[in-house]
């Protein structure tokens, strides 16, 4: 299984940037194509898509978020950080079965 | 509005067998891929399959696979998760999830408020 390896934690002052890496075991790009997505999840609610393929935003999430890299190391950005952020980031991939997400890394305000 | 609603859950018995549904409106369910992802309590997420739009291909997590079945009912707009041999490991929030088609890969872009399962004697 790929394992995806992410901080458990991040504090961070409002209004400044967020930086949330996500490493891979193994290369998650195919022929240009990251196979690497991100996810908030807020404390009692279900996780929501934020980026795709690496670096693509998804419909409806602010253009404060953004996602880059690519093989086995990946960026999600949160700038600037603004107090509705403050959730549990996690990356996933699906360049191969099964589907592997990581730990997760939790956005805290400083 | 894409909505889904999973249901089925709570207590049940180590060794027991429980259901879960997802009912799926505001898009075309028998247009779409379809999984199930899972969260113990305190912990991160956990991938559990999917089903394409015909039921033809369906994926599992290698360490699941002998004990969770992925299904679904089109005329219903309904998915299901059977799980068997449950066992206290299992407790967890388990949300189904759409995949969409984007680019060059499929995502989980609309996933339901999940389903508790709590598996204790």
């Known amino acids: 299984d790929i394992v995806l390896t992410q901080s458990p934690a991040l504090a961070v002052s409002l209004e400044q940037r967020a930086t949330i890496s996500c490493k891979t075991s193994?290369?998650?790009?195919?022929?240009?194509?990251?196979?690497m997505h991100w996810y908030q999840q807020k404390p009692g609610q279900q996780p929501k898509l934020l980026i795709y393929?690496?670096?693509n935003l998804a419909s409806g999430i602010p253009a404060r978020f953004s996602g880059s890299g690519s093989g086995t190391d990946f960026t999600l950005t949160i700038d600037p950080v603004e107090a509705d952020d403050i959730a549990t980031y996690y990356c996933?991939?699906?360049?191969?079965?099964?589907?592997?997400f990581g730990a997760g890394t939790k956005l805290e305000l400083k | 509005e894409v909505k889904l609603v999973e249901s089925g859950g709570g207590l049940v018995q180590p060794g027991r067998s429980l259901k879960l549904s997802c009912a799926a409106s505001?898009?075309?369910?028998?247009?779409?891929?379809m999984g199930w992802v899972r969260q113990a309590p305190g912990k991160g997420l956990e991938w559990i399959g999917e089903?394409?739009?015909?039921?033809?291909?369906?994926n599992y997590t290698p360490s699941l696979k002998d004990k969770f079945t992925i299904s679904r009912d089109n005329a219903q707009n309904t998915l299901y998760l059977q799980m068997s041999k449950l066992g206290s490991e299992d407790t967890a929030i388990y949300y189904c999830?759409?995949?969409?088609?984007?680019?060059?890969?499929?995502?989980?872009?609309?996933w339901g408020q999940g389903a508790s399962v709590t598996v204790s004697s």
């Open positions: 999830a759409r995949e969409g088609w984007y680019l060059s890969a499929y995502v989980m872009d609309a």
């Open positions: 089903i394409n739009q015909d039921s033809s291909t369906i």
């Open positions: 393929e690496g670096s």
């Open positions: 996933q991939q699906s360049k191969d079965y099964p589907y592997t």
């Open positions: 193994q290369n998650v790009d195919n022929y240009g194509i990251s196979y």
């Open positions: 505001g898009f075309s369910f028998n247009d779409y891929w």
